[in-house]
């Protein structure tokens, strides 16, 4: 079984950063995808980025030029680099795992 730890999340004011991490732990050989997604209250979960093993990123048109997704294969950890956040980026962050798997999730907040 695969587990997904989470961390980074919390209260940034608008153009503020964050870092979120998700380690992954467990039959971690066998990874070929790693994506965070996020679901804002009311709203359906969404795609932000995703890597594969290859190294090719994916993101969505509404951050890509501020969020940057990234790997340590070493240590099985996945990245989400978020600048310039803006308040409809208040979500709760999910990493997820071959497209199956999931983390318990992170709540970013950006207010002022």
């Known amino acids: 079984q695969v587990q997904l730890v989470e961390s980074g999340g919390g209260l940034v004011q608008p153009g503020g950063s964050l870092r979120l991490s998700c380690a992954a732990s467990g039959r971690t050989f066998s990874i070929y995808y790693m994506g965070w997604y996020r679901q804002a209250p009311g709203k359906q979960r969404e795609l932000v980025a995703s890597?594969?093993?290859?190294?090719?990123?994916n993101y969505a048109d509404s951050v890509k030029d501020r969020f940057t997704i990234s790997r340590d294969n070493a240590k099985n950890t996945v990245y989400l680099q978020m600048n310039s956040l803006k308040t409809e980026d208040t979500a709760v962050y999910y990493c997820?795992?071959?497209?199956?798997?999931w983390g318990r999730g992170t709540q970013v907040t950006v207010s002022s």
């Open positions: 890597i594969t093993s290859g190294g090719s990123t």
């Open positions: 997820n795992f071959n497209r199956a798997a």
